[in-house]
């Protein structure tokens, strides 16, 4: 586990999630959520303060950003 400390943006339900990371590393999370016919279509973007940080851990973030959609399709799972 690691501290993961944020505070968010901007709600605007049901289409948009954007959070600020205060622990490091430090980046915006813009989340949209897009109805397409009976499902919906999720747009995961990280914005950092520099290209050289995003570059740092390019490595890293596929891998964490799937951990993130397989823990949260299992909590829209429980909500089913």
Do not use: H
């Amino acid at each position: 586990n690691y501290n993961n400390e944020c505070t968010f943006a901007a709600i605007r339900e049901p289409e948009l999630l954007v959070w600020d990371r205060q622990s490091k590393p430090i980046f915006q999370v813009e989340v949209t959520f897009d109805t397409i016919a009976e499902n919906t279509n999720v747009t995961f973007k990280q914005k950092f303060g520099t290209a050289e940080e995003c570059i740092k851990l390019r490595k890293y973030i596929p891998e964490k950003n799937e951990e993130n959609m397989d823990r949260l399709e299992k909590e829209l799972t429980k909500m089913q």
